[in-house]
T-cell receptor
Framework: KNEVEQSPQNLTAQEGEFITINCSYS?????LHWLQQHPGGGIVSLFM???GKKKHGRLIATINIQEKHSSLHITASHPRDSAVYIC???????????FGTGTSLTVIP | NAGVTQTPKFRVLKTGQSMTLLCAQD?????MYWYRQDPGMGLRLIHY???????AKGEVPDGYNVSRLKKQNFLLGLESAAPSQTSVYFC????????????FGSGTRLTVV
């Protein structure tokens, strides 16, 4: 069983395209985390949110608590956005997050 | 630079050998975690710690031990390495409270032959 499902698993886009990555979860949560993992392995925190919407540069994250769904959008995509994007959720109790398997994004020039 | 530092970055072990992975953070974070990442699977929690001197088991603790003798350090030990422990290991830390997102180390790629 996997508490967190991401779609698509793999995504190839042309530079400049608008990209959407989806995350659905089956448990109640207190927070949802979007992470970025570049080739070579480093993992970087992008957003932490529990409601509504957050924006940072060309990245936008939204969450719908009732529908147990979050989306990560990238506007005007660029080859440097190529990475694996990981969704993680934290239940209301406990200290750990549950992770999706990631969406591998490739942006081609 | 502030952050989470993992050592070593790469290691090859023979089956049955032991080793310790070190995670150090300088952000005064209370919580620290050890994850493993395998192809086709999400990050899986091995052990975690909510403070100095405390540790707890995660999702896949078998074959691993941990210690948090100092707040800034979280050690992951493999007493008798097995090929199934070939993986990439990530350490992470975070503050307490709802806004505390993760800061990850750069990972340790371990191969057990």
């Amino acid at each position: 069983k996997n508490e967190v499902e991401q779609s698509p698993q793999n995504l190839t886009a042309q530079e400049g395209e608008f990209i959407t990555i989806n995350c659905s979860y089956s448990v109640g949560i207190s927070a949802l985390h979007w992470l970025q993992q570049h080739p070579g392995g480093g993992i970087v925190s992008l957003f932490m949110l529990s409601s509504g919407k957050k924006k940072h540069g060309r990245l936008i994250a939204t969450i719908n608590i009732q529908e147990k769904h979050s989306s990560l959008h990238i506007t005007a995509s660029h080859p440097r956005d190529s990475a694996v994007y990981i969704c993680a959720v934290r239940p209301p109790t406990g200290n750990q997050f549950y992770f999706g398997t990631g969406t591998s994004l490739t942006v081609i020039p | 630079n502030a952050g989470v530092t993992q050592t070593p970055k790469f290691r090859v072990l023979k089956t049955g050998q032991s080793m310790t992975l070190l995670c150090a953070q300088d952000m005064n974070h209370e919580y620290m975690y050890w994850y493993r990442q395998d192809p086709g699977m999400g990050l899986r929690l091995i052990h975690y710690s909510v403070g100095e001197g405390t540790t707890a088991k995660g999702e896949v603790p078998d074959g691993y031990n941990v210690s948090r003798l100092k707040k800034q350090n979280f050690l992951l030990g493999l007493e008798s390495a097995a090929p199934s422990q070939t993986s990439v290991y990530f350490c992470a830390s975070r503050t307490t409270g709802g806004a505390g997102g993760y800061t990850f180390g750069s990972g340790t790629r371990l191969t057990v032959v």
